[in-house]
């Protein structure tokens, strides 16, 4: 018997049975909505193949004098490649171009990043994030131009079950987060701004988020890119609200009696 796989939103999931006429179990608009995901989910993919064809042609020279810049500018790859939490929280490397010292080390505390000079100007105008649209949008399809931004996985192991439906579609370049304030929020803030994104996917939604991409990058608004700190920071706060969320469960009078019921009954069965 076969089943067909329908969505109201890209985070609930049903199945239903061709025996029965769908008319009577599904309403309408479940069944519009999903066809129109379902569309989009694919038109998304082939506009974020064209542009990013277009734009890796056009950007050649540039990034080709970028590289050039960095490996003059101090000792080391052209390219920084990094492990994320992708689509559906897999894994994959995430290529920019390199904006600090060879020797950093991204996971000591006591020091912040150390960038090179051409470092400095490529992460302020973003122009370190170039390589994304040729080999993680357009060779290898791990990532969109629209979509929540990609995270080292430390942030993905320590969110709560609600909280990683944000990894429900492909990570972007920029998203609802980024033209929000990007890390002038708090990682709090800017996870809801990723459900939200998730809740309302649609093609209305990245044209708009979009054009406010581009509106901050001539604004230079937006906020700076988090610092090591920052991202130790976040991660202690996402550590932190499992941990009272554990603590809340625990203190909830419901929960103890549950627990004292079940107890109960398993001496009862021992007696």
Same mark, same amino acid.
């Not at 950093?104 to 990043?113: G, Q, S």
């Not at 490529?122 to 949008?137: A, G």
């Not at 996402?238 to 419901?254: G, M």
């Given at each position: 018997m076969k089943k067909y796989k329908l969505c109201d939103k890209i985070t609930k999931t049903f199945y239903i049975s061709t025996r029965f006429p769908l008319k009577n179990y599904v309403k309408k608009e479940y069944l519009y909505l999903w066809g129109v995901l379902t569309m989009y989910k694919y038109l998304k993919r082939g506009l974020d193949i064209i542009f990013s064809f277009i734009i890796s042609i056009v950007l050649a020279v540039p990034m080709i004098i970028i590289a050039v810049c960095?490996? #003059?500018?101090?000792?080391?790859?052209?390219? *920084? %490649? /990094?492990?994320?939490?992708?689509?559906?929280?897999? +894994?994959?490397? &995430?290529?920019?171009?390199?904006?600090?010292?060879?020797?950093?080390?991204?996971?000591?505390?006591?020091?912040?990043?150390?960038?090179?000079r051409i470092g400095k100007f490529?992460?302020?105008?973003?122009?370190?994030?170039?390589?994304?649209?040729?080999?993680?949008?357009l060779l290898k399809g791990e990532m969109s131009f629209v979509g929540p931004r990609p995270w080292i996985c430390a942030y993905y192991n320590n969110m709560l079950s609600e909280q990683k439906h944000r990894c429900d579609v492909l990570p972007g370049i920029t998203g609802l987060a980024q033209v929000n304030g990007r890390n002038n929020l708090n990682v709090?803030?800017?996870?809801?701004?990723? #459900?939200?994104?998730?809740?309302?996917?649609? *093609? %209305? /939604?990245?044209?708009?988020?979009?054009?406010?991409? +581009?509106?901050? &990058?001539?604004?230079?608004?937006?906020?700076?890119?988090?610092?090591?700190?920052?991202?130790?920071?976040?991660?202690?706060?996402?550590?932190?609200?499992?941990?009272?969320?554990?603590?809340?469960?625990?203190?909830?009078?419901?929960?103890?009696t549950s627990k004292a019921l079940q107890s109960n009954n398993q001496l009862q069965e021992i007696n």
């Open positions: 960095i490996k #003059l500018d101090s000792e080391g790859p052209v390219f *920084f %490649k /990094q492990e994320r939490t992708g689509k559906n929280g897999k +894994i994959f490397l &995430l290529y920019k171009f390199r904006t600090m010292v060879a020797d950093n080390d991204v996971h000591d505390k006591n020091c912040e990043d150390k960038y090179t490529l992460r302020k105008t973003s122009l370190d994030e170039l390589p994304q649209i040729l080999v993680n949008i709090l803030d800017r996870i809801a701004y990723d #459900l939200e994104y998730v809740k309302n996917f649609s *093609f %209305k /939604q990245d044209v708009k988020i979009v054009l406010l991409t +581009i509106k901050a &990058l001539f604004t230079r608004d937006g906020g700076e890119a988090t610092s090591k700190s920052g991202i130790h920071n976040d991660i202690y706060i996402l550590k932190h609200q499992t941990k009272s969320k554990n603590r809340k469960k625990q203190a909830n009078p419901e929960n103890r």
